[in-house]
């Protein structure tokens, strides 16, 4: 049903405007549904038409040999320094470079010598940093994948629901795009998360009620005349947005010198993002860019809300809802909707699924910022977390190369920290009395 | 005095580490005082022993060739993607990148088609979004080149006065490069920025008084044992710390194909930054890395702490200190110790100082995220104000080539733009509430 009212609200499939699937969205071919298989056509649809089950992008890469297609690792390389550089591999045109989009991405890989030597760590251990993007969180990829899909099915506002970095995401890649934008939030947020989400001028509506009836509302709104020509990032455009996630995969295999990583560990939120990490990893073997060897992903949750890390534990498929309560709230989804892929993932590679309390996330965060001098989010809380009670507990190497994901910024999260975050000392402005203070050399 | 003290408390200079200040810090030969010329061998000090004049780094560039040494601008295009790759042409050691630091810099020009058209601007404009750094700030520049200079002097704590950006830079290159750090504050910070400088874990210490209190106490220290071994960013240590700012003029050529800007405006403190972009520019010049023709550099301040623009719209030399009034807290400096050589460069260039007042900042702070989707600090609302206003009054070129600097990051300083800017309606969950409000489509 809703699947049908957004494709008649949209009246148009990606074909229509430019002969051809291929000219519009570059190797994107189809949408392609993960339960049953079932192939549609390029479209602003999110849901299987046979089995209602989730769409995502079925490629034609350009043909192949045992090193990937002919200089697709040297083009690659000279390409522009975001997102764009995998333009092949992505549903966006190949001149995606050349037009108005945020462009996130290729953001730091650090080296993590001293945190690593604080969790016992005796191989190499990397934070994917992703605090750099534009609006300071990884929202700034998938959304800017969106934009193109906007553009590429000719809707002219860009809308999303969100509680915080996706408004700020969406604000932001519109008015660089020059399309409107209209995002809808519960009418009860903060005010710097309000003042965050509008600067950029768009429309910010605050709607009566919680997070679950700003959803039911989008929902509605897509089926009805007066959406017509929005695009929902997170809803009809969620097949092309989710694929924005796998740039992170190909950015940490091209920064350790086109190698996997033997470890990986990943924030969960709907799961989304862990799925296409492992679908761009997959790619990339596929495509001969790095050597075919195994690697393990962890999924990390907030135990106030670890709907996932509950499921893994217990040996089960599904995942039972929760009603989230955590200081981690860009990961508070009790019912995340890729739980289940989630799951098979972490068991198929030999990974896990874990989560850890507030008090040890905020611990996290401090020592993230004490070792590294990186400010994450409760995100990258949640992570860091995981991988040192992994270590501790003997289940992540500590031989190998792993790779720890900070998907946001400390600044959008400064609450979490403040109550024990403060000064060491206060002093009058003269020696004595910092002497007394037993700072002094 | 005071230059002897700091001498004596570190108890070296560069080149007893290391046989030849070359192989410690790069192609820096000696510090050079300003005004009277006077050359001292590479210290921790900051003031000519003959005149008190500033001293600033003098350079021994690897010779020449008209298109710069040998093959220059390609190992600089190979290097990494931060201010590194111009470790050739900073007081650093050729083996910096491969040191613990924090790598600020290659930040976005972003060109700023958007913004140019509401400006009627015909020729090309361009943002360099230094908000991209690792702390948000161009603070991480003129930080990280700081962190080398204490290492080569020995120095093991970091330290500097600070009531924002500048402590939570050195909170975090300190974490990340191993040194203790301590940063003085006023003791009445906002909670907020307290939380962003203390969350690296260095010490924080407030200091009952004002900001003028603050830098007193640290000049005190800087000459007394208690504070033997430490490094004070931009009092010890700032002809080092200053040269970071050399790099901001490097990544605007080279990211315009090594090609001069005709025009820059730049953001007034101390002056220091435009000083150094004006000092690197004419290096590349001189290098042969870019052409030789001029540019014009305009310096940009806010009304409520405008005492450059005032003594460049007088005619005077020199500048009469004010207190600063404004939201612009970045900038207020209202005794701007490179006053004097900002004046000098603005009218040889052909360029000019202007100002705009509080309500002006604001309107361009929401401008330029409205059309390039950059959320600026108040800093950034000074510089796109400024810009605005010389072409509205024809004294910038519309039809040439201008770089407009942003600095900071709005997330830091939410409360300029709080008061308006806010939702544009709030619902109820439903479609007709919606269309009531006339948002759609």
Same mark, same amino acid.
């Given at each position: 049903?809703?699947?049908?009212?957004?494709?008649?609200?949209?009246?148009?499939?990606?074909?229509?405007?430019?002969?051809?699937?291929?000219?519009?969205?570059?190797?994107?071919?189809?949408?392609?549904?993960?339960?049953?298989?079932?192939?549609?056509?390029?479209?602003?649809?999110?849901?299987?038409?046979?089995?209602?089950?989730?769409?995502?992008?079925?490629?034609?890469?350009?043909?192949?040999?045992?090193?990937?297609?002919?200089?697709?690792?040297?083009?690659?390389?000279?390409?522009?320094?975001?997102?764009?550089?995998?333009?092949?591999?992505?549903?966006?045109?190949?001149? /995606?470079?050349?037009?108005?989009?945020?462009?996130? %991405?290729?953001?730091?890989?650090?080296?993590?010598?001293?945190?690593?030597?604080?969790?016992?760590?005796?191989?190499?251990?990397?934070?994917?940093?992703?605090?750099?993007?534009?609006?300071?969180?990884?929202?700034?990829?998938?959304?800017?994948?969106?934009?193109?899909?906007?553009?590429?099915?000719?809707?002219?506002?860009?809308?999303?629901?969100?509680?915080?970095?996706?408004?700020?995401?969406?604000?932001?890649?519109?008015?660089?795009?020059?399309?409107?934008?209209?995002?809808?939030?519960?009418?009860?947020?903060?005010?710097?998360?309000?003042?965050?989400?509008?600067?950029?001028?768009?429309?910010? /509506? %605050?709607?009566?009620?919680?997070?679950?009836?700003?959803?039911?509302?989008?929902?509605?709104?897509?089926?009805?005349?007066?959406?017509?020509?929005?695009?929902?990032?997170?809803?009809?455009?969620?097949?092309?947005?989710?694929?924005?996630?796998?740039?992170?995969?190909?950015?940490?295999?091209?920064?350790?010198?086109?190698?996997?990583?033997?470890?990986?560990?990943?924030?969960?939120?709907?799961?989304?993002?862990?799925?296409?990490?492992?679908?761009?990893?997959?790619?990339?073997?596929?495509?001969?860019?790095?050597?075919?060897?195994?690697?393990?992903?962890?999924?990390?949750?907030?135990?106030?809300?670890?709907?996932?890390?509950?499921?893994?534990?217990?040996?089960?498929?599904?995942?039972?809802?929760?009603?989230?309560?955590?200081?981690?709230?860009?990961?508070?989804?009790?019912?995340?909707?890729?739980?289940?892929?989630?799951?098979?993932?972490?068991?198929?590679?030999?990974?896990?699924?874990?989560? /850890?309390?507030?008090?040890?996330?905020?611990?996290?965060?401090?020592?993230?910022?004490?070792?590294?001098?990186?400010?994450?989010?409760?995100?990258?809380? +949640?992570?860091?977390?995981?991988?040192?009670?992994?270590?501790?507990?003997?289940?992540?190497?500590?031989?190998?190369?792993? +790779?720890?994901?900070?998907?946001?910024?400390?600044?959008?999260?400064?609450?979490?920290?403040?109550?024990?975050?403060?000064?060491?000392? +206060?002093?009058?402005?003269?020696?004595?009395?910092?002497?007394?203070?037993?700072?002094?050399?």
């Amino acid at each position: 049903m809703a699947v049908q009212a957004a494709q008649a609200a949209s009246g148009t499939t990606v074909d229509s405007p430019a002969g051809g699937p291929g000219t519009v969205l570059g190797p994107a071919a189809a949408l392609s549904c993960r339960e049953c298989g079932e192939r549609t056509p390029l479209g602003p649809v999110f849901a299987c038409e046979a089995c209602f089950g989730p769409l995502e992008i079925a490629y034609e890469f350009p043909g192949g040999g045992t090193s990937g297609p002919a200089g697709l690792r040297e083009r690659i390389e000279a390409g522009p320094d975001n997102i764009w550089r995998y333009a092949p591999l992505l549903p966006v045109p190949a001149d /995606v470079a050349a037009k108005p989009n945020i462009n996130p %991405g290729f953001t730091k890989l650090v080296q993590a010598d001293r945190l690593a030597r604080e969790l016992g760590v005796t191989g190499s251990l990397h934070i994917k940093d992703d605090s750099g993007n534009p609006t300071h969180s990884f929202k700034d990829r998938v959304v800017a994948i969106a934009v193109e899909a906007a553009r590429a099915f000719g809707f002219t506002t860009l809308s999303c629901s969100s509680t915080g970095n996706l408004a700020g995401a969406v604000g932001a890649a519109a008015a660089r795009a020059g399309l409107r934008s209209c995002v809808f939030i519960p009418h009860d947020l903060e005010q710097g998360k309000v003042v965050m989400a509008a600067v950029y001028g768009g429309e910010l /509506v %605050g709607i009566e009620g919680n997070y679950d009836d700003v959803n039911r509302f989008c929902s509605e709104l897509i089926g009805d005349p007066a959406g017509e020509g929005w695009g929902f990032v997170n809803v009809n455009l969620r097949p092309y947005y989710a694929e924005g996630s796998k740039t992170l995969a190909y950015e940490i295999c091209e920064q350790l010198g086109w190698r996997l990583p033997d470890q990986l560990v990943v924030p969960i939120a709907s799961g989304s993002q862990l799925t296409k990490i492992d679908k761009g990893l997959k790619e990339l073997i596929a495509l001969g860019l790095v050597e075919d060897k195994p690697y393990k992903i962890f999924g990390a949750q907030a135990e106030g809300c670890s709907p996932v890390s509950r499921a893994f534990k217990d040996g089960h498929d599904v995942v039972r809802p929760v009603r989230p309560e955590t200081i981690a709230k860009s990961l508070a989804i009790g019912n995340p909707a890729d739980g289940p892929y989630v799951l098979d993932i972490a068991r198929r590679t030999g990974g896990a699924v874990e989560d /850890v309390d507030d008090p040890r996330i905020v611990e996290a965060i401090k020592l993230l910022a004490r070792t590294e001098g990186i400010f994450a989010e409760t995100a990258g809380g +949640v992570t860091v977390g995981v991988t040192k009670k992994l270590i501790e507990e003997g289940r992540l190497d500590p031989a190998l190369t792993t +790779v720890v994901l900070n998907t946001g910024d400390g600044l959008k999260t400064l609450d979490a920290v403040a109550p024990t975050t403060g000064m060491s000392a +206060v002093i009058r402005p003269n020696l004595d009395s910092f002497r007394e203070a037993g700072l002094a050399s």
